[in-house]
C-alpha cells in the first residue's frame, strides 16, 4: 500500500515562509492535495491538485510537486495559519483507494 | 451550496455493528460524477480514509478495512450509509462524510462537522 510521509511538526516565526513536505515513492506522478486542519474542526482544502489553490484560500498558500516529494508552502506565516496540515493522494492500484499523509504540526512561534 | 452532516449513536459497545448516515445536500448521488466519502479520525492522530461511493454504484474501501465496511446509498434520501462491523475501542474516532470533487480520484472540497463515536463497554 502506498505511504505518504510528512514531518510532525515544523515551526516558523511569523511573517516567515513555513515548507511542508510530503514523501513517497514517484508521488511527482500523482496528483497531491493538501488540507488544514485547526482543533475540533473538519479539515480544510487549501491546495488541489498540487499547486491549485481554491477560491478563498490566500496566496500565501503554494504547492509544488516532483520527484520523491510534494511540498505546501505558506509564506508570511500568520499565526491564524497554526494547525495541522494533511496531504493527499489516489494510490491507483489494482485497488484504488485514497491515502492520507500521517499529518504535520504548524507552531507559528 | 454544499453541505453534509453526519449522523448515528455516540457510543457503541465492543464487537457491536456502528451504523452512521451521512445527509447531504446541494448535489445529487444521481448526477454522473458525484460521490460521497467517509474518512475517520481517531482523537489526536491523524486522518483515515475509509470509503467511496459514486453514483453509478461503485464503491471503494479502505484495502485495511474492507473486511469490516459497507457503503451504500439512498439517492431519494440524498443520504448514504457506512457499516461497521466488529467495533473495537481503537475505532473510537470522529468520522466524516465528504464530498469528493468530480468524478474518479479527486480531492475532498466539501466535509460535514464530524461526529465522535466512542467504543466502550
Known amino acids: 500500500s502506498y505511504v505518504l510521509t510528512q514531518p510532525p511538526s515544523v515551526s516558523v516565526a511569523p511573517g516567515k515562509t513555513a515548507r511542508i513536505t510530503c514523501g513517497g515513492n514517484n508521488i511527482g506522478s500523482k496528483s497531491v492535495h493538501w488540507y488544514q486542519q485547526k482543533p475540533g474542526q473538519a479539515p480544510v482544502l487549501v491546495i488541489y491538485?498540487?499547486?491549485d489553490r481554491p477560491s478563498g484560500i490566500p496566496e500565501r498558500f503554494s504547492g509544488s510537486n516532483s520527484g520523491n516529494t510534494a511540498t505546501l508552502t505558506i509564506s508570511r506565516v500568520e499565526a491564524g495559519d497554526e494547525a495541522d496540515y494533511y496531504c493527499?493522494?489516489?494510490?491507483?492500484?489494482?485497488?484504488?483507494?485514497?491515502?492520507f499523509g500521517g499529518g504535520t504540526k504548524l507552531t507559528v512561534l | 451550496q454544499i453541505t453534509l452532516k453526519e449522523s448515528g449513536p455516540t457510543l457503541v459497545k465492543p464487537t457491536q455493528t456502528l451504523t452512521l448516515t451521512c445527509t447531504f445536500s446541494?448535489?445529487?448521488?444521481?448526477?454522473?460524477?458525484?460521490?460521497v466519502g467517509w474518512i475517520r479520525q481517531p482523537p489526536g492522530k491523524a486522518l483515515e480514509w475509509l470509503a467511496l461511493?459514486?453514483?453509478?454504484?461503485?464503491?471503494r474501501y479502505s484495502p485495511s478495512l474492507k473486511s469490516r465496511l459497507t457503503i451504500t446509498k439512498d439517492t431519494s434520501k440524498n443520504q448514504v450509509v457506512l457499516t461497521m462491523t466488529n467495533m473495537d475501542p481503537v475505532d473510537t474516532a470522529t468520522y466524516y462524510c465528504?464530498?469528493?470533487?468530480?468524478?474518479?480520484?479527486?480531492?475532498?472540497?466539501?466535509w460535514g462537522q464530524g461526529t465522535l463515536v466512542t467504543v466502550s463497554s
Open positions: 491538485y498540487d499547486s
Open positions: 493527499q493522494v489516489w494510490d491507483s492500484s489494482s485497488d484504488p483507494h485514497v491515502v
Open positions: 465528504a464530498h469528493p470533487s468530480g468524478g474518479g480520484p479527486s480531492y475532498f472540497d466539501y
Open positions: 461511493i459514486y453514483w453509478n454504484d461503485d464503491k
Open positions: 446541494g448535489f445529487s448521488l444521481s448526477t454522473s460524477g458525484v460521490g
